[in-house]
């Protein structure tokens, strides 16, 4: 039986990471609409966060897995936003109980990892 789950990214106080939308709210950038996860094909929505206009981005597993992406974030940190809500799902979906912090911790070390050592890149596609 799916978990209830709600995990949301919240904007920093310090940094102002929006503000690259159209007038109409909607991105001048794309996102991919979905993304499979553990064989679920989990839809990338552009919208403000269920009961928290606040959150950068959040994934809801219930009552269907969905991720939502602020549309006011400019392209970078919409493309960060929705890794982390992807490590999320992951989190969720797979029962890892992480903390907010390893999903950050994660969310900046894996693209650091394959930055950092390319031969690594062949292995990840090949797996």
């Known amino acids: 039986m799916p978990r209830k789950s709600r995990q949301t990214r919240k904007k920093s106080r310090s940094t102002n990471r929006a503000s690259a939308g159209s007038p109409?709210?909607?991105?001048?950038?794309?996102?991919p609409t979905q993304v499979l996860i553990h064989g679920i094909a989990i839809p990338v929505v552009h919208s403000e966060c269920p009961g928290d206009d606040d959150a950068m981005g959040m994934f809801v597993n219930f009552p269907s897995p969905t991720i939502y992406i602020n549309p006011?974030?400019?392209?970078?940190?919409?493309?960060?936003?929705?890794?982390?809500?992807?490590?999320?799902?992951?989190?969720?979906?797979?029962?890892?109980?992480?903390?907010?912090n390893q999903v950050?911790?994660?969310?900046?070390?894996?693209?650091?990892?394959?930055k950092?050592?390319?031969?690594?890149?062949?292995?990840?596609?090949?797996?």
Not at 24 to 31: A, E, M
Not at 80 to 90: R, V
Not at 104 to 112: G, K, Q, R, Y
């Open 24 to 31: 109409s709210g909607q991105p001048k950038y794309r996102l």
């Open 104 to 114: 950050c911790t994660l969310e900046v070390e894996l693209p650091m990892l394959l």
């Open 72 to 100: 006011r974030l400019n392209k970078t940190a919409a493309m960060s936003t929705l890794f982390h809500e992807c490590l999320e799902a992951i989190g969720v979906l797979y029962n890892l109980e992480l903390t907010e």
């Open 116 to 127: 950092q050592n390319p031969g690594l890149r062949p292995i990840c596609r090949k797996i």
